[in-house]
Structure formats: structure tokens, C-alpha cells
């Protein structure tokens, strides 16, 4: 992708993303209302009352979405009219799945898409629209593509946002997420997390002959794809922070252990000889190790390998079950869980193994820890009784909220702006083979707010939420 200023050279390419599928540069567009050089575009102070801005925070925003004009983005004809519309779609999908804006129906719209460089506000005031995206769509020759969007504040008639991108024909998916990404910054302050993608589990088959996949797909669901056959069970899988690679659990050769997945090659390479069984991987922050459990006779231990030198060092040696662990963001903890106190709670403990402290202190057992990119919460399964539940606490254990419960939900995964949670869920069979039972992605806010079902072409479990591509 390519970000170029309007009035001088652009600077050399740089990788964008680490799928590699856009490369460029970056700069903001000219404001029509100027006739100087664009320089960054502040957007114009939230009002104190009356909602003079479309500017606001998120709070704000989840009892009263902000109401968004998406028209489609004007094309010069052929594939780029088609290619506007979509774009226009994909973002209007995006921001009105968070919850957090209202797409306007197109249907009420005064005029289609904007062509002229500054909109006609009254007309998009009319329609009580708060936010106006606009742009248009280039074909550029030999399979390039350029996109031009701006965000516009109606009420003051401010442009918020300018820029254009250049890319490849195919890759336009991705650059309609990342404009919802810039819109839901620049209008609620905190970064999206449109371009993302979700790895899971694939389930097929009867519950009690069931074939399971890795499989990953962008975070609307789009681009869904099937990473191994389904000749081995695999479970747990999760991203590398900065590398197309994957950790996951796998029965390859009937023997259940941890394997490194490359998304680029296909590749899976096995983490370790450990004498038992591995489990429940996850990278450190930097990418340089893997955090996973090791069953022995006792229980399980919990190791951590050097990718580098691939020498493992344990740092629980309880005799009891922990596993499950993941680091804190800034590397410094690890939250698991243990049976360690007699039955399944959640813990923190220094990277070293030192400092172990119980946190969760709830009515039931406690499962599959996760910690917010934002380092503020820990998320986790809790099951009481026969209720499943996932909720949320401070890494102190204090300002434990329960989100979403139902007769099975387990394993949750923070966007990785930590904002919202993505979960499965299961329903009971009704006979001894499970005939009626499904399995579910769920996505929440984490203040329990817009629990939505995600849609996959199979049954899906296991959900993993990939950093930001861009």
C-alpha cells in the first residue's frame, strides 16, 4: 500500500504489513479548505455537550453509536465503481458490528457517492449523519489500485482524516479494513482492530467421531481457509506477535504435542522432545520463546523454550496441574491455572517462577487465563456447577466481571486492542452421538456490551486473535 502526499515525492517503500501484501509509504491528503501542504489533520475537540463533534470516547459511544454516512466511494468506471461499492460495504459492516457506530441506510441518502472535493454538509445533516467517509477508486493498469478516502466531522464541517492508498486489484478487502481502522481512531481515540485475522479450530462430523482443523480467516469472517487436513486432531492454536507462524497443539503420529506452524510454507515443525505430553502454548511478547505446559506423572509442569537456542527451562515444579499460561504484555508475568490449592484457580507468578500468587477467589473453578494487550485485565473461563461463564478481572484478582455464561463457553481471546473478546460456544446434543450439538465463535465487549455470533463456514472452537497486520 502506498500513502502518498499530494505535493511532494514519496519517501521509499517500506514493508507495511507482515503479510508483505502491501508495501509504501505514508502522509495525509490536502485539506480542500487549505490550500497549504496537508499536515497531520487534528480532529476537532469532542464538545462538552450537545454532540457538536463526532468525536467521542468509547463510553459515550456505546449508549449513543455514532451516527456514520458510508456512501459508495466514486469509481472512474468498470472494476472501480464495483471495487467502490465493496470497499463501502466492507468498512459499513466493520463499524456496525462493533457497536460503537450507526451505519446510515444508504436508502436515506440525499445523493450517491461524493464526487465533488468538499461534501455538500447540509445535505448529510439532513440525513443525521455525524461522521461522512468519502473517496474515490483508481484504476492504475497492470493490477493496481488506488484508493482515496476522507473522514469528515458534518456538524462543523471539518475534514478529520485524508489519505490514499495504492495496491494490488485482490488486496482490496484489506484496505477497506484498514480505513475502518483509522476511522475508529480518529473518532474514538483508541486503535481498531479490523485487520486482523482469527485462527480456530475447524469441527466436522459427529461429535463422537469429530475431525478437526486448524483453519484461519480474516476477522469478519472473509478469506476462510483450511491450514491442515483434518488426518490429525489439532487444538490451541496462537500467533506469533510479529511473524506469520503459529503454536498449536497437535496429535500428529498419535503422540500429542506442540508444533510451530508457518503460515507462509505450510511447515509445521515440532517444539521440543519432551518426554510427555506438551500443551497450551503461547509466544512471549517479543516473540523470542514459547510458554506451554509438559505432563509427567504428578500433573504438569510449565516450561518455557528459547526459539533461538530451543533449550526449555521449567518454572513450576508444584506437582500439581498447571498449565495454561500466558505472559503478561510486557513479558515480565505469567498468569496460569493449578490445582495447586486443591482445585482449578487462576495464578501470577514472575517469568522466572518466583512470586506465585493466587488471584481468583470466586464461587468455582477457574480455566484458561488470557491477558489483555492493554495489561489492565486477565480474561478466563469459570465454570460453577454446570454454568460455563468467561468474564474478566484485574491482574490483582480484584473487579472480577462475568460477560457472557450458557451451558458451555471456554477459551477466550482479546482483540489486540483489548477492547472486545472473542469466545466459542457450545450447544448439548440430543442423543448419545451429539446429533443437534454445535460449536460457535462469539465475539463481546469487554464491558459485556454487542455479544455477537461470528460466522464460519463449519463448527469452530478455539479462537486466536492475530496482532495487527498493518
Known sequence: MTLIHPFRLAPPPRDFGRRGLIAGTAALLASPLSAAPAAAAQPPAPAASG??????????????????????????????????????????????????????????????????????????????????????????????????????????????????????????????????????????????????????????????????????????????????????????????PTKDEIAFMSYANNRPRVYLFDLGTGRQQLLGDFRGITLSPRFSPDGSSVVMAETNDAGSSIYIMDLASRRARRITDSGAIDVSPCYSPDGTQIVFNSDRGGDQQLYVMGVDGSGVKRISFGQGRYATPVWSPRGDLIAFTRISGSTFAIGVMHPDGTGERILSESWYVEGPTFAPNGRVLMFWRETPGSDSRGRGFTSRLVSIDITGFNEREVTTPTDASDPAWSPLLS
Request: proline letters at 5%; hydrophobic letters at 40%.
Open 51 to 240: 454532540g457538536q463533534s463526532a468525536v467521542i470516547d468509547v463510553d459515550r459511544a456505546r449508549a449513543e453509536p455514532i451516527p456514520i454516512a458510508i456512501p459508495a466511494l466514486a469509481g472512474t468506471g468498470g472494476d472501480s465503481e464495483r471495487l467502490g461499492r465493496d470497499i463501502a460495504g466492507v468498512i459499513t459492516n466493520n463499524l456496525g458490528r462493533c457497536g460503537l457506530f450507526r451505519p446510515i441506510d444508504p436508502q436515506a441518502f440525499v445523493s450517491g457517492p461524493v464526487t465533488a472535493e468538499l461534501p455538500n454538509f447540509q445535505n448529510w445533516k439532513a440525513v443525521g449523519a455525524q461522521a461522512l467517509v468519502t473517496g474515490r477508486v483508481e484504476s492504475q493498469g497492470d493490477n493496481k489500485l488506488r484508493v482515496e478516502f476522507r473522514l469528515w466531522d458534518v456538524l462543523p464541517g471539518q475534514q478529520i482524516q485524508g489519505t490514499a492508498y495504492t495496491t494490488t486489484l485482490t488486496n482490496w478487502r484489506r484496505i477497506a479494513h484498514i480505513i475502518s481502522d483509522v476511522i475508529y481512531e480518529r473518532l474514538l481515540g483508541e486503535k481498531g482492530y479490523f485487520d486482523t485475522r482469527i485462527v480456530y479450530i475447524a469441527g466436522t462430523g459427529p461429535r463422537d467421531r469429530r475431525v478437526k482443523r486448524l483453519a484461519i480467516m480474516d476477522q469478519d469472517g472473509e478469506n476462510n481457509r483450511f491450514l491442515t487436513d483434518g488426518s490429525f486432531l489439532a487444538l490451541t492454536p496462537r500467533f506469533h
